[in-house]
C-alpha cells in the first residue's frame, strides 16, 4: 500500500484538507474523494485534456498532477466557475454557441479556454486553436467552441479599445 | 392586452437545453456515478487470441482481502450476447479475441481488483489463428466458431437487372479493389455502467446503451431474468456515436456480479482498455468492378466485399444493410450485384459507428467513381451529374426517392469550391518540382434520412401531460446521447403550444417511464421521435383548443396558442391565458379533463425482404463534399484547408444543433481519411492511445462552408430529414480524390497517413525515373 | 492472465516532500527514490524502465535550488523544475539558444508544457523527447547531484554523452538532475523539425534541430542533432564536420545526407517504418540546408 500524506490546499475558494495517498492523482482526488466530478476521467495520461484544472494560475491535467503535490496550492475547478455570480462569460459564450453536445469535454475546456484568455485576454483564432490543442472533442469539431472563445477574446478587444479612448 | 404574435421557434437558433448544467460541470455521467455501498468490478482478458481454455482458478482471488465475488463462465447463464448469439459474456471453453472475457471480479476498490485480476491462474491450449478473411475462407482455415466451418458468420446478397447484358452494353469496364480499416470511436466518456439489484431481484441498470428496449430483449437471456425485471437508466453519456447499438460483455458482467454480491455494482473501462475492448468500424474488403458507355453512362456494377467480422457477430456484420444500399443505388445503375461476406478471424469484432456501413462504402465507391470519371476523360462533376439519381427515383432495391436533390447538392459544392476551375489548374502540377501541392476533390453520398427499419418496429413513443401551470411534460421513448433531441422536442412544444422552450420538462433515458422507441441510430431521432413529439403535441393542442372553443364560443379553427394564451389566430388577440384554461378544465367537478395524451408513431417503411427489396427508410437525403488540401510532397502530410459541404436536409429544426452536427461529423470523418487507425498485429492492437490514435484536434480543423438544401419532406416533422451522418459519410473520399489531384498517387486504403503519402509520392518519381530512363 | 498493460498505477511506501536540496538528495542517497516533480511522464511512460527507481516519491517541486533560469559566467543555468512553459517564455534563454523556444512550441500542449519539467525530459532519457535534439544543439550539459559524506555533491556530464539507450542515462539512481546549462551563444541560425502534422501534440517519429552560423550558404561551427532515429538522441557528428563552414551546394547537400544517414539507426515500429524514418531526417535536414544556404 500507498503512503498517506496530508495536504491542505484552496478549492475554489475554500481552505482544504485532506490525507492522500502518494500514487493518487489530483483527479482522483478532486473527483473521488472531495465530490467534485466537473474534472473528467477520459483518458489518465495528460493526452485529452477533459481534467483540465486551474492550479496557481495555470491550467494542467489534473490527472497527471501528483495529490500530494495539491498541498499549499490554488486550485480551481469548473464548479468553482459558476458558484456565487451564476455562469462565467466563458461558460456562457459556451452555451449560445453551441459548443457543448455530448458536453464531457467541455470541463475541462472551459477551463482551458478560461486559462488561456487570463494569459491573453485577446487572441486570434490560430492562437485559441493551437491553446485548445490539448482538449480533445469527439462531438463538435471545435467551431463552435473556438467560436465562443473568440468572442470573449473579441469582447475583451473592445474593452481595450474603450479604455484607451 | 397587446395582440400576440406568432414566433417561429422551429428553424430559429436555439441553445441546447441541457448546455448550462454541462458548462457548470454540473451533469454526472455514469462515469461520475456512485451509490451506497458501491462496489468495483474488472474484468480479466485473455492474453490470447485463439485458444482452448483448459482451466481457470479463481481461488487466490476470491481469497483476497476486499474482494466479493469472482465470476467465471461456469457461475454464469450459458447464453450469448450480439447479433448472433455467438459472443458469451464470460468464455469458458476457448477464447477467439483478444478481448475476451475470462473472469470478472467485484471488490472495494479499483486497486484490490486489480490486484484479483493477477492472481487468477488460466491454462490454455494455443489454437491456430487466422487474421484475414482470405485466409479464413481458404480450404483447411482454422475454425473460430464451431457450429460456422466455413467462417462465413453472415452473408448478404442482392441481385437486380441483367449483369451480362450491362457488361455486353459497356465500351469501358474498370475494376479495383479498396480495403478500409479498423477505426474507433474514441467517446470521451469510456464504456461505464453500474448495476443495481433490489431484493426482489429487479435490475436497475445505468448504461450508456443508445437503445435501451430493445437492449432489455438482447440482454435479459444472458442474466437468466426476465427482460420485464431489468430497467434501463441513461444518465447523460460521454460520447455514443454508434458504440452502444449493442449488448457487450461489460453490461452483463456487471450485472452478474451485482446479482452475486447483492450490492450495486461499477464497471469502468481505462482508456487503454477503451480502445483495445470497445467496438470498432467494421473493416472491409470491397472488389468493385464497373462499365459504362462511350459517353460514360453505367450500364452496371458487381460489389462483392469481405467484411473481417473478427471473433464475434456484432452490428458490424449487419453493415451490408447500409453499404450495399449505396453499393447499387448510390447514382443510377439498373444492372447491379452485390455480395458481403462477413469472415470471422481472430480479431477484434466491429460494431456500428457513426455513419454505418456507408462511411465504408462511400470511400471505395466515389474512390472508384473518380477513377471512372478520367477513364472517360470526364471531369469528376460532370461524370456525377450524368449519372446522378433524379427526383422519384426508385432504385434497385427498392428505396423511393422522393423528395431529393442528388444534383443540386454536387452543384452547389462544386459551384460554391470553384471546383473546376482549381481541379484542372491543379492537375498540370503532378511532376513539379514544387514540394508542396494543392489538389481538390469532390464526393457525395445518398443516406437514409427518416430511419431504417430494420426490426420490427422503427417507431417512438411519446406521453405529454399540462399542469395547472400552463407547463409541458414531455415523456419521449427518444434517447438523448449528447445529440440535441431533448432541444429539438422542446422546439416542436414550444411552437406548438404557444409555450417557452423554458415551461418543457422533457423526462427520457429510462426504460421505467418512457415509451418504446427502437434507439439512436440511423440519422433517426428527429424525424421520429421529433415527429411523435409533434403528433402528440398536437392531439394537446386539439384538446386544448377545443375547450377554449367551449368556453368562448369561438370555434377552434380560429384559435391558437402563443405566448402562454389561448388567442384569435387572425389578429393574435388574447382570448384567455392558457394556464386558467388548464385550471378550469381541470377542476370543473364531474367534466373534469387533464391535457394528457399519448403518441406512438411509426414511420411509413418497410423492412427489406428476403431478396433484400424494401423501401426501408421514410426518407433519404443526400450531401456533398468538396475538400481542398495542401499535400506536403516530402514528408506526406496533409493540411485540409477548407471544406464545403452542400447537404439535403429537409427543414432546419435548430440551425445551431444542425451545424454542430455536420462540423462534428466531418471532424470525425476527415480522422478516417487521415489519421485514425486502429493498429492490429496478430489481432494485438497496438495503438490503444490518444499518442498514437489521431483524432482531429482544433488546430488540425479547417473552415467548413455549409450550404443547405431544404427540399420538402412532408412525412418528417415539419419537413425535417435526418442529418447527421452524411457528413462523417462524405468527407474521407472528398479528401482522398484531393490527393490524388494533388499528387497523381491514387490512395485506395485509408488513413492517409503521411508515411503512406510520402512512400506513394516516392515510388511514383522511382517509377517515373525508370521509365524515363 | 491479465494484459500487461492493464498494471495499475506504480505504489510508493513512502513519501518524501523534500523542500530543500539537501533534503532530496538525502532522499535519493539509498538509490530507493523515485523524484518526481511535473507528474506529466510517472503514470504514462511505463515502457521506460528508468522511470520508477524504487518505493520512496520524493517530491522536488518544492526545492527552490532547482527553480528558475540565471545567467552566469557565460553561461545559462536552467534549473530542472523549469516547465516547457517558462522556458517558451524566457527572453535571455531565446537570446542564448532561440533553438530551445523554437522547439518547446512544439512540446505536447499546453496543459502539459506548463506541468513537464526540463529535468523531467532530460531524466526520463525518451530517445524521442522533444527538447532533447535541440538540447544537444545548445552544448547543453546536465548538472547532477547526489549525497556525498552528509554534503551535496554535483558534477556535469555534458548532454551528448548523458545518453546510454532507451529510458537509461548516466544518472546513478541516487542522483538528481539538478539543471541543464547551456552557454550563451546568441545570433546562431536555429531550426527546429518535428514529423506533423499537428502542430505540437505528436510523438516525434523523427525530430530534428540544427545550429550553427549561417552565413554566406555556409554553417560554421555546425550542431545537427536528431531525436527517434536512434537508442538516444543522438548528434550527426560526422555530417556537422563534412559542412562545417563550407559552401553548401548541391552535392555537399548529397554527401550530408549520405552521411547523415549512415550515423542514424532508426527502428520500424507501430509509429514508423525504418524507410520513413530515413525518409524524414533526408527530408529534414535537406530542408535546412537549403534554407540556410539560400537565405
Known amino acids: 500500500m500507498s503512503a498517506m500524506v496530508d495536504v491542505t490546499f484552496t478549492l475554489n475558494g475554500h481552505t482544504t484538507s485532506l490525507a492522500v495517498a502518494v500514487h493518487d492523482s489530483a483527479l482522483t482526488t478532486l473527483r473521488d474523494r472531495l465530490d467534485h466530478a466537473g474534472a473528467k476521467l477520459a483518458c489518465g495520461e495528460g493526452e485529452c485534456g477533459a481534467c483540465t484544472i486551474i492550479v496557481d494560475d495555470i491550467s494542467v491535467n489534473a490527472c497527471l498532477m501528483p495529490a500530494p503535490d495539491l498541498d499549499g496550492r490554488i486550485v480551481r475547478t469548473v464548479e468553482g466557475l459558476w458558484e456565487g455570480d451564476g455562469l462565467s462569460k466563458v461558460q456562457d459564450a459556451f452555451v449560445r454557441h453551441g459548443a457543448v453536445q455530448c458536453g464531457f469535454c467541455t470541463p475541462g475546456m472551459v477551463m482551458q479556454a478560461t486559462h488561456l484568455l487570463e494569459q491573453q485576454p485577446e487572441m486570434s483564432d490560430a492562437e485559441v486553436r493551437r491553446g485548445l490543442e490539448g482538449n480533445t472533442c469527439r462531438c463538435t469539431g471545435y467551431s463552435k467552441i473556438v467560436a465562443a472563445v473568440m468572442e470573449v477574446s473579441r469582447d475583451a478587444a473592445t474593452k481595450t479599445a474603450e479604455a484607451a479612448e | ?773 | 492472465m491479465a494484459l500487461p498493460q492493464f498494471q495499475a498505477a506504480p505504489q510508493f511506501e513512502e513519501y518524501v516532500n523534500a523542500t530543500d536540496l539537501s533534503a532530496a538528495v538525502a532522499a535519493l542517497a539509498d538509490g530507493q527514490g523515485t523524484p518526481v516533480a511535473g507528474g506529466t511522464d510517472l503514470w504514462v511512460q511505463k515502457e521506460l524502465p528508468g522511470a520508477v527507481a524504487g518505493d520512496r516519491l520524493v517530491n522536488i517541486k518544492n526545492v527552490p535550488e532547482l527553480k528558475g533560469i540565471a545567467a552566469a559566467d557565460g553561461r545559462i543555468r536552467i534549473g530542472a523544475l523549469v516547465t516547457m512553459t517558462e522556458i517558451l517564455g524566457d527572453g535571455r534563454l531565446k537570446d542564448a539558444a532561440p533553438i530551445l523556444a523554437i522547439a518547446a512550441d512544439r512540446f505536447a500542449s499546453v496543459q502539459i508544457r506548463n506541468a513537464a519539467t526540463i529535468g523531467g525530459n532530460v531524466a526520463n532519457a525518451s530517445p524521442a523527447a522533444d527538447m532533447m535534439p535541440p538540447l544537444l544543439c545548445a552544448d547543453a550539459a546536465v548538472e547532477l547531484a547526489r549525497e556525498e559524506g552528509g554534503a551535496i555533491s554535483t558534477r556535469e556530464v555534458t548532454l551528448s554523452e548523458f545518453f546510454t539507450g532507451p529510458g537509461r542515462s548516466v544518472r546513478e539512481s541516487n542522483e538528481l538532475v539538478a539543471a541543464v546549462i547551456v552557454p550563451i551563444q546568441p545570433g546562431r541560425y536555429a531550426g527546429f523539425c518535428k514529423s506533423g502534422p499537428r502542430p505540437a501534440l505528436e510523438i516525434a517519429r523523427v525530430s530534428m534541430a540544427i545550429t550553427g552560423e549561417a552565413a554566406g550558404g555556409k554553417l560554421t561551427n555546425p550542431r545537427i542533432a536528431f531525436g527517434a532515429v536512434a537508442p538516444t538522441p543522438i548528434r550527426c557528428t560526422q555530417t556537422e564536420a563534412l559542412i562545417d563552414g563550407k559552401p553548401l551546394d548541391d552535392e555537399l547537400i548529397a554527401r550530408a545526407l549520405e552521411t547523415m544517414d549512415g550515423e542514424i539507426s532508426p527502428i520500424a515500429d507501430h509509429r514508423a517504418s525504418e524507410w520513413y524514418r530515413r525518409h524524414l531526417a533526408r527530408t529534414y535536414l535537406e530542408q535546412e540546408l537549403r534554407h540556410v544556404r539560400d537565405g
Open chain 2, 1 to 773: 392586452m397587446d395582440p400576440i404574435e406568432k414566433k417561429e421557434i422551429v428553424g430559429s437558433r436555439v441553445t441546447k437545453l441541457d448546455a448550462p448544467e454541462k458548462v457548470a460541470g454540473r451533469v454526472r455521467y455514469v462515469n461520475d456515478m456512485t451509490l451506497p455501498r458501491m462496489l468495483y468490478a474488472k474484468v480479466l482478458r485473455t492474453d490470447r487470441v485463439h485458444a482452448n481454455i483448459l482451466s481457470i482458478d479463481t481461488s487466490k482471488a476470491k481469497a483476497l482481502p476486499g474482494v466479493h465475488a469472482v465470476i467465471t463462465a461456469a457461475d454464469t447463464p450459458k447464453f450469448g450476447i450480439g447479433v448472433l448469439k455467438d459472443n458469451p459474456p464470460l468464455k469458458g471453453d476457448k477464447v477467439r479475441c483478444i478481448r475476451d472475457e475470462i473472469a470478472a471480479v467485484a471488490a472495494d476498490t479499483e486497486e484490490i481488483c486489480d490486484a484479483a485480476l493477477r492472481l487468477i491462474e488460466v491454462e490454455y491450449e494455443d489454437l491456430p489463428t487466422v487474421f484475414e478473411t482470405v485466409d479464413a475462407l481458404a480450404e483447411g482455415a482454422p475454425v473460430i466458431h464451431e457450429d460456422r466451418p466455413d467462417n462465413i458468420a453472415m452473408l448478404h446478397e442482392f441481385k437486380a437487372g441483367d449483369l451480362e447484358a450491362g457488361e455486353a452494353q459497356a465500351v469501358h469496364i474498370f475494376e479495383d479493389e479498396y480495403d478500409v480499416h479498423y477505426v474507433t470511436h474514441c467517446n470521451m466518456g469510456a464504456s461505464c455502467c453500474l448495476a443495481d439489484v433490489d431484493t426482489d431481484g429487479r435490475v436497475t441498470l445505468y448504461s450508456q446503451t443508445q437503445y435501451p428496449f430493445i437492449m432489455k430483449m438482447d440482454i435479459a437471456p444472458s442474466l437468466g431474468i426476465h427482460p420485464g425485471d431489468l430497467r434501463i437508466i441513461q444518465p447523460p453519456v460521454g460520447g455514443a456515436f454508434g458504440a452502444k447499438l449493442d449488448v457487450y460483455p461489460n453490461e452483463p458482467i456487471c450485472v452478474l456480479l451485482a446479482m452475486e454480491t447483492r450490492r450495486p455494482v461499477k464497471l469502468l473501462y481505462s482508456r487503454e482498455e477503451e480502445f483495445i475492448v470497445s467496438p470498432t468500424r467494421q473493416p472491409v474488403e470491397f472488389k468493385i468492378r464497373s462499365g459504362m458507355t462511350a459517353e460514360g453512362k453505367l450500364t452496371f456494377r458487381d460489389v462483392d466485399s469481405r467484411l473481417n467480422n473478427g471473433g464475434y457477430t456484432s452490428w458490424g456484420a449487419t453493415t451490408p444493410y447500409v453499404s450495399m444500399r449505396t453499393g447499387t443505388s448510390h447514382y443510377k445503375v439498373d444492372n447491379v450485384s452485390y455480395r458481403a461476406r462477413a469472415v470471422y478471424t481472430n480479431n477484434p469484432f466491429a460494431g456500428s459507428f457513426r455513419g454505418y456501413g456507408n462511411v465504408q462504402a462511400t470511400w471505395a465507391l466515389e474512390t472508384h467513381m473518380d477513377q471512372m470519371a478520367e477513364i472517360v476523360d470526364q471531369d469528376p462533376v460532370a461524370f456525377r451529374l450524368l449519372n446522378s439519381n433524379e427526383q422519384g427515383d426508385v432504385t434497385p432495391q427498392g428505396a423511393k426517392l422522393n423528395n431529393i436533390d442528388l444534383k443540386g447538392c454536387i452543384t452547389t459544392a462544386a459551384e460554391e469550391s470553384d471546383f473546376l476551375k482549381k481541379w484542372q489548374a491543379n492537375l498540370g502540377q503532378w511532376d513539379s518540382p514544387e514540394r508542396f501541392k494543392r489538389g481538390i476533390g469532390i464526393a457525395s453520398s445518398l443516406h437514409n434520412a427518416g430511419g431504417a427499419k430494420i426490426h420490427k418496429s422503427d417507431g417512438c413513443g411519446t406521453m405529454l401531460k399540462m399542469d395547472d401551470y400552463g407547463r409541458v411534460t414531455v415523456i419521449t421513448g427518444a434517447s438523448e446521447i449528447g445529440q440535441g433531441i431533448d432541444t429539438v422536442i422542446a422546439q416542436i412544444m414550444s411552437e406548438e403550444l404557444g409555450i417557452p422552450m423554458r415551461d418543457v420538462t422533457l423526462v427520457m433515458n429510462d426504460t421505467a417511464t418512457g415509451p418504446w422507441d427502437v434507439g439512436v441510430h440511423a440519422s433517426r431521432t428527429t424525424y421520429i421521435a421529433g415527429k411523435s413529439a409533434q403528433r402528440a403535441a398536437r392531439k394537446a393542442r386539439e384538446q386544448i383548443l377545443a375547450a377554449a372553443s367551449r368556453q368562448s364560443n369561438v370555434s377552434p379553427d380560429e384559435l391558437d396558442l402563443r405566448g402562454g394564451h389561448v388567442v384569435q389566430m387572425k389578429d393574435g388577440e388574447p382570448v384567455m391565458p392558457l394556464d386558467r384554461l388548464l385550471r378550469q378544465m381541470h377542476f370543473a367537478g364531474e367534466d373534469a379533463e387533464l391535457v394528457m395524451v399519448s403518441d406512438y408513431y411509426e414511420p411509413p417503411s418497410e423492412p427489406e425482404d428476403e431478396n433484400r427489396y424494401g423501401d426501408m427508410s421514410a426518407s433519404y437525403s443526400h450531401a456533398a463534399h468538396v475538400a481542398e488540401v495542401v499535400v506536403d510532397t516530402m514528408t506526406g502530410e496533409v493540411k485540409v484547408e477548407q471544406i464545403w459541404s452542400a447537404q439535403d436536409v429537409g427543414k432546419v429544426v435548430n440551425p445551431v444543433g444542425l451545424e454542430g452536427q455536420i462540423e462534428g461529423g466531418i471532424a470525425v470523418g476527415i480522422g478516417y481519411a487521415l489519421s485514425e487507425e486502429l493498429q492490429l498485429k496478430d489481432g494485438i492492437v497496438q495503438n490503444p492511445f490518444f499518442r498514437d490514435y489521431h483524432v482531429m484536434t482544433a488546430p488540425e480543423m479547417p473552415p467548413i462552408h455549409m450550404t443547405w438544401l431544404e427540399t420538402n419532406d412532408e412525412e418528417g416533422p415539419l419537413g425535417a430529414k435526418g442529418a447527421a451522418e452524411l457528413p462523417t459519410i462524405v468527407i474521407a473520399p472528398a479528401i482522398g480524390n484531393a490527393v490524388y489531384n494533388a499528387t497523381g498517387v491514387r490512395f485506395n486504403h485509408p488513413p492517409l497517413t503521411p508515411e503512406k503519402i510520402a512512400r506513394g509520392i516516392w515510388e511514383r518519381k522511382q517509377q517515373m525515373r525508370a521509365a524515363a530512363e
